[in-house]
């Protein structure tokens, strides 16, 4: 009976790795061509029905109800498999989304040299960086044509607030204000430096948090927000 059940087991393992270079497109003329976004979904269901056979024959006992009570979870193992792969891209942005309340404004560097931002608990994008030599938390803002530090923020990074020329006018959500333009000599994000940028001054009390704008975002390659993160390209 044990050379039975392994001799099984053998032929599982041929009949999965046949499928295997099937569905890889090993037999393909251009093998290059295969899909495996297609293909993927495939090759789970048939790794998992592997798993389920092979070790419901490898480990079952000859009792028969701790034998159905064995194939029973190995079975319910490869449900989760193959629900997991299926959701694998619901259960990414759940991730993204709790790193983002966990540690807002953390800016996560990426392997293909991309920088992630996650949303935060209220769905907006915030990031911490590096101005002059400072640390700065801003909420990153679409709508604001130039970055624009609170007062508190200038100060932390060296700039003489008092000295400062309000006289700049600028159109919020709040309506009109008046603001002092000063230039910042770098701004850096997880490595990632912008030299030489114009920005704003809001007086004492005027702004709640930086606004890293439009300005900053223009001098990136690209930018673009998906599955709940927004990708900034260097």
Same mark, same amino acid.
């Given at each position: 009976?044990?050379?039975?059940?392994?001799?099984?087991?053998?032929? %599982?393992?041929?009949?999965?790795? !046949?499928?295997?270079?099937?569905?890889?497109? @090993?037999? #393909?003329?251009? /093998?290059?061509?295969?899909?495996? #976004?297609?293909?993927? /979904?495939? %090759?789970?269901?048939?790794? *998992?029905?592997?798993?389920?056979?092979? *070790?419901?024959?490898? @480990?079952?006992?000859? $009792?028969?109800?701790?034998? &159905?009570?064995?194939?029973? =979870?190995?079975?319910?193992?490869?449900? =989760?498999?193959?629900?997991?792969?299926?959701?694998?891209?619901?259960?990414?942005?759940?991730?993204?989304?709790?790193?983002?309340? %966990?540690?807002?404004?953390?800016? =996560?560097?990426?392997?293909?040299?991309?920088?992630?931002?996650?949303?935060?608990?209220?769905?907006?994008?915030?990031?911490? *960086?590096?101005?002059?030599?400072? /640390?700065?938390?801003?909420?990153?803002?679409?709508?604001?044509?130039?970055?624009?530090?609170?007062?508190?923020?200038?100060?932390?990074?060296?700039?003489?607030?008092?000295? %400062?020329?309000?006289?700049? +006018?600028?159109?919020?959500? $709040? !309506?009109?204000? &008046?603001?002092?333009?000063?230039?910042?000599?770098?701004?850096? =994000?997880?490595?990632?430096?912008?030299?030489?940028?114009?920005? @704003?001054?809001? /007086?004492?009390?005027? &702004?709640?948090?930086?606004?890293?704008?439009?300005?900053?975002?223009?001098?990136?390659?690209?930018?673009?927000?998906?599955?709940?993160?927004?990708?900034?390209? +260097?």
């Amino acid at each position: 009976m044990t050379a039975l059940k392994y001799i099984v087991i053998a032929g %599982l393992g041929v009949f999965m790795a !046949g499928a295997v270079a099937y569905y890889i497109g @090993f037999w #393909d003329q251009d /093998p290059a061509t295969a899909n495996l #976004d297609r293909s993927g /979904p495939q %090759l789970v269901k048939l790794s *998992a029905l592997a798993l389920i056979l092979g *070790a419901s024959l490898l @480990f079952s006992p000859r $009792n028969l109800g701790t034998a &159905l009570r064995s194939m029973l =979870i190995w079975t319910s193992l490869g449900v =989760i498999l193959v629900a997991g792969y299926a959701m694998r891209y619901e259960l990414e942005t759940v991730f993204w989304r709790t790193v983002g309340v %966990l540690v807002p404004g953390y800016a =996560i560097e990426q392997n293909d040299g991309t920088i992630a931002l996650v949303q935060d608990r209220s769905g907006h994008f915030t990031l911490d *960086a590096t101005v002059d030599g400072a /640390p700065v938390h801003f909420l990153v803002d679409t709508g604001a044509s130039m970055i624009t530090l609170t007062d508190e923020d200038a100060r932390a990074i060296g700039l003489d607030t008092a000295a %400062l020329n309000f006289r700049t +006018p600028v159109t919020t959500a $709040n !309506g009109q204000a &008046l603001v002092a333009q000063v230039q910042l000599d770098t701004v850096t =994000i997880a490595g990632s430096e912008l030299r030489r940028l114009r920005a @704003f001054v809001a /007086p004492p009390g005027k &702004l709640r948090s930086s606004l890293f704008g439009m300005n900053a975002l223009n001098r990136l390659a690209s930018w673009r927000v998906e599955k709940g993160r927004m990708i900034l390209q +260097p």
